[in-house]
């Protein structure tokens, strides 16, 4: 079954750090334009960072404290957050982008939060 | 950065009823527009790419429309399991930037 499934989401404290997985099912990690989007409790979605065409992308907000790679050894994608803030408090979701099509497939999602 | 706006932010409808979703782009972004669907507690769905094409398994009474920096979501005849948020989104490019969002009620 194709699936994306990901970990590593809690609770952390204000400067903390936490490292996101997301496990590939029967998709190749390293050959997919993969990236992580969130949403804050009852609130939109949003873009945070993407590896595409094999670099690197990030939002303006979290550029600088978060950053994604892929271990391919592992089928895995992986975003390390530093830094963490209140307002990086959010359900944390993996998914695919497909060229021509947008996010085809995403994964159920971890939860982050941010609090003393 | 390009920024995506959506309107209304929210709507209430009755069964049947033609829906309509606009949204925004502040450049153009080709067809580079994607819809999604997301059901209450529920990840969010691929519907529509390139600003036109139903994702498969996608009902028909959905379609969208537009090129450029206008785009639309439509669906013909609202069910009740269309009851959801509606999120555009630009893929051209980084950033991937969605829309805020569009509530359908009934």
């Known amino acids: 079954e194709v699936q994306l499934v990901e970990s590593g989401g809690g609770l952390i404290q204000p400067g903390g750090s936490l490292r996101l997985s997301c496990a590939a099912s029967e998709v190749t990690v390293g050959s997919n334009d993969m990236g992580w989007v969130r949403q804050t409790p009852g609130k939109g979605l949003e873009w945070i960072s993407i590896?595409?065409?094999?670099?690197?992308y990030y939002a303006d907000n979290v550029k600088g404290r978060f950053t994604i790679s892929r271990d391919s050894s592992q089928n895995t994608l992986i975003l390390q957050m530093n830094s963490l803030r209140a307002e990086d408090t959010a359900l944390y979701y993996c998914?695919?982008?497909?060229?021509?099509?947008?996010?085809?497939?995403w994964g159920q999602g971890t939860m982050v939060t941010v609090s003393s | 950065d390009i920024q995506m706006t959506q309107s209304p932010s929210s709507l209430s409808a009755s069964v049947g009823d033609r829906v309509t979703i606009t949204c925004r782009a502040s450049q153009g972004i080709s067809n580079y527009l994607a819809w999604y669907q997301q059901k209450p507690g529920r990840v969010p769905n691929l519907l529509i790419y390139a600003a036109s094409t139903l994702q498969s398994g996608v009902p028909s009474r959905f379609s969208g429309g537009g090129s450029g920096t206008d785009f639309t979501l439509t669906i013909s005849s609202l069910q009740p399991e269309d009851v959801a948020t509606y999120y555009c989104q630009k893929y051209d490019s980084a950033p991937f930037t969605f829309g805020p969002g569009t509530k359908v009620d009934l």
């Open positions: 590896i595409y065409f094999k670099k690197p």
């Open positions: 998914a695919r982008l497909i060229k021509f099509k947008g996010f085809d497939m």
